[in-house]
T-cell receptor
Framework: DAGITQSPRHKVTETGTPVTLRCHQT?????MYWYRQDPGHGLRLIHY???????DKGEVSDGYSVSRSKTEDFLLTLESATSSQTSVYFCAIGAGGPEAFFGQGTRLTVV | KNEVEQSPQNLTAQEGEFITINCSYSVGISALHWLQQHPGGGIVSLFMLSSGKKKHGRLIATINIQEKHSSLHITASHPRDSAVYICAVNSGDYQLIWGAGTKLIIKP
């Protein structure tokens, strides 16, 4: 299995608080992605990165920011969490290229 | 209209049955992925196809580029095959376009 881990795996937070999710890879892959998965929507791209300090928005980027200061880590930040951001978040590497590997997901609940 | 359409959305079958899940797409692609997600679980890549057919154990994936259609087949289905199967296509910009998934339940 590809070395990709997400942390935390579960989190409950209050509306208005900042939250940061971490994705760590050991594959030295250039491309990293953050998706959210909601019933009836499938997976939707939030942000992706094509290299250190190189990031771009996906289709549902509002309310989210990302950072990639080194190849192995891709951070997703909810600046001020809202209930609509309750979701399961998946990190992926290589999604869109020849191989696609996914983290185990982070279940985030905003109360 | 979604660029990637899967059918059926839900499928319930008896153990041992031959299963087919379909994926149609409307964009030009360089590759198509089939992925599996068990309830509450992570997402696992099953196949990546750009042409023809691939087989892994009881799973077979085919793609017809001209018709913009792919199928995932499961032979001798088993309850442990119960999962959501997702089709996604790479249209060439290092992003995937996702289908909505097919929820498969195999009853013993």
């Amino acid at each position: 299995d590809a070395g990709i881990t997400q942390s935390p795996r579960h989190k409950v937070t209050e509306t208005g608080t900042p939250v940061t999710l971490r994705c760590h890879q050991t594959e030295n892959h250039r491309y990293m992605y953050w998706y959210r998965q909601d019933p009836g929507h499938g997976l939707r791209l939030i942000h992706y990165s094509y290299g250190v300090k190189d990031t771009d928005k996906g289709e549902v980027s509002d309310g989210y920011s990302v950072s990639r200061s080194k190849t192995e880590d891709f951070l997703l930040t909810l600046e001020s969490a809202t209930s609509s951001q309750t979701s399961v978040y998946f990190c992926a590497i290589g999604a869109g290229g020849p191989e696609a590997f996914f983290g185990q997901g982070t279940r985030l609940t905003v109360v | 209209k979604n660029e990637v359409e899967q059918s059926p959305q839900n499928l319930t079958a008896q153990e041992g049955e031959f299963i087919t899940i379909n994926c149609s797409y409307s964009v030009g692609i360089s590759a198509l992925h089939w992925l599996q997600q068990h309830p509450g679980g992570g997402i696992v890549s099953l196949f990546m196809l750009s042409s023809g057919k691939k087989k892994h154990g009881r799973l077979i994936a085919t793609i017809n580029i001209q018709e913009k259609h792919s199928s995932l087949h499961i032979t001798a289905s088993h309850p442990r095959d119960s999962a959501v199967y997702i089709c996604a296509v790479n249209s060439g910009d290092y992003q995937l376009i996702w289908g909505a998934g097919t929820k498969l339940i195999i009853k013993p």
